[in-house]
């Protein structure tokens, strides 16, 4: 089946003009169809507009373009619902959005149409990117494809599970404290947070600006490679965008490991840690070790204090961000007698109870009295953890960790607990803060129930390659990421 191709197989086929782009979206649709139901990935898709582009990237096919020139030609992609596309519904799990349509594309948008691909459906995610287990949308909840009384993680849970469950070829995501490689860990795909500045944000819907990173969602590293080449890149109408040239990522993954010097973090490998995660994160070193590399135990010595430097900063910004939502200019409005009763009625009855706790929880810590004892306080233990990393890579060419303390867990089990429900982005959080990239890739099962595990690497800023080369050497060593869902309920 075509939606089970990654992009490098889907491409060589239309190349080869052994199928169409017609026929591949026509088989996300099949397959859409088939198990949406039971995973909810999808907040929306438009199949009308989607067999049209497929219409319109089969004539440049057959007019001569190859894919050297666009190289995500008549490739599906799905886009989680925070991206803007011009003409396409833009809500960010949130009611508070009501029938917006976004008047443009964001800039990694724009990437991908130059680049020829499909742009299909809006997916599925926590309410403005809070949360860790996409319970949070005011579009339901998405099941994970691995057992669909489980999680798929979040705030990108429907990027994941789309990918997953081969309802599409690839995704784009966003990770502000690990909403890619979480999700990515707990559907057993491959999910990729760039460095901070190497993807603009144009277009994105903040959550957290200075943490808010988009990257991709694939099935294999080199599709990793072949995506995160498309979207990176400068642009001036992002302050934020660095002026860092691109290199060819796919170029990468050749040539094997030997010689790399890998860090364990003492402080990962923590008492919370599930024995069956710790066994698959061993074995995956024991084989990193097998390829060549040196493993050695380093310390992240700020590591503890992550988690709550982060519920400082982000809650902080995303009170911001989010007052632009009042009632007046773009979102569903709730009438009142003047304008507090108006924005008080807009805002209650459109954000969910979790956007209310981050916007009341970062509005108290910039508040008059708590702000140096709270936000500045934070930024200044961001620093010390990013140099905890900087000191770290003058050692060491890049890090491993697990990506998730567990598997995922049963829908609702944590929902009355936020913060047993925050520390399931412990390992992720940190390389936020850090402004550096990581990447999560399949490295073994749990038992019973058969659920996926995530290897973490992380890499120095601007150092995807690095990661990249790693992290296919092992993906190629292994069967991990070749095991498909079985989709039940």
Request: charge should be neutral; aromatic fraction near 6%; charged fraction near 20%.
């Amino acid at each position: 089946m075509l939606n089970q191709l990654t992009i490098s197989e889907l491409t060589s086929k239309l190349a080869a003009r052994e199928a169409s782009a017609r026929d591949a979206v026509q088989a996300c649709l099949d397959r859409v169809a088939r198990v949406d139901g039971d995973i909810h990935a999808f907040i929306s898709h438009d199949a009308p507009d989607a067999l049209a582009q497929a219409d319109a990237a089969d004539k440049l096919i057959a007019s001569g373009v190859t894919h050297a020139q666009k190289p995500l030609l008549g490739v599906p992609i799905g886009i989680k619902d925070v991206l803007a596309v011009k003409n396409h519904p833009l809500n960010c799990g949130s009611r508070i959005l009501g029938k917006f349509v976004s008047p443009y594309d964001a800039t990694a948008i724009e990437k991908l149409k130059d680049a020829g691909a499909i742009i299909f459906g809006r997916l599925n995610m926590d309410e403005f990117a809070m949360g860790s287990s996409t319970e949070n949308s005011a579009f339901g909840v998405t099941r994970n494809p691995w057992d669909t009384t489980r999680i798929p993680g979040g705030s990108s849970g429907g990027s994941a599970a789309a990918v997953a469950a081969d309802e599409v070829i690839a995704t784009l995501g966003t990770d502000t404290g690990g909403s890619i490689r979480q999700p990515a860990a707990l559907c057993g795909c491959v999910g990729m947070k760039p460095t901070y500045g190497r993807i603009s944000r144009y277009g994105l819907v903040a959550f957290a600006s200075s943490l808010d990173q988009i990257g991709p969602f694939t099935k294999d590293v080199r599709d990793t490679a072949t995506l995160l080449n498309v979207v990176s890149g400068h642009d001036e109408r992002d302050s934020t965008s660095v002026p860092q040239p691109v290199p060819d990522y796919a170029k990468s993954l050749r040539g094997d490991i030997k010689g790399l010097r890998l860090g364990l973090p003492k402080e990962y490998m923590i008492g919370g840690l599930d024995s069956e995660v710790k066994a698959a994160i061993d074995a995956a070193v024991k084989q990193l070790q097998s390829l060549g590399a040196s493993v050695e135990e380093i310390s992240l010595p700020h590591t503890d204090y992550a988690a709550a430097t982060y519920y400082i900063i982000a809650p902080a910004e995303a009170s911001a961000n989010l007052a632009r939502f009042d009632g007046i200019r773009y979102c569903a409005r709730v009438d009142g007698a003047d304008p507090i009763e108006l924005y008080s009625k807009t805002r209650g009855a459109g954000f969910g109870p979790e956007v209310k706790r981050r916007i009341i929880l970062g509005t108290y810590v910039l508040s008059s009295g708590y702000y140096d004892a709270y936000y500045l306080r934070a930024q200044k233990v961001r620093t010390l953890i990013r140099q905890d990393f900087l000191n770290a890579f003058e050692k060491v060419d890049a890090i491993v960790t697990p990506t998730t303390p567990t598997a995922a867990f049963k829908i609702g089990e944590k929902s009355d607990d936020p913060l047993q429900m925050y520390l399931s982005d412990v390992f992720t959080i940190s390389c936020n803060l850090a402004g550096i990239c990581g990447i999560s890739v399949p490295c073994g099962f749990t038992t019973s129930p058969k659920l996926p595990i995530g290897l973490q690497l992380l890499g120095k800023p601007f150092g995807e390659e690095m990661i990249l080369k790693i992290a296919h050497a092992y993906e190629q060593s292994t069967d991990w990421h070749k095991a498909k869902p079985t989709i039940t309920k």
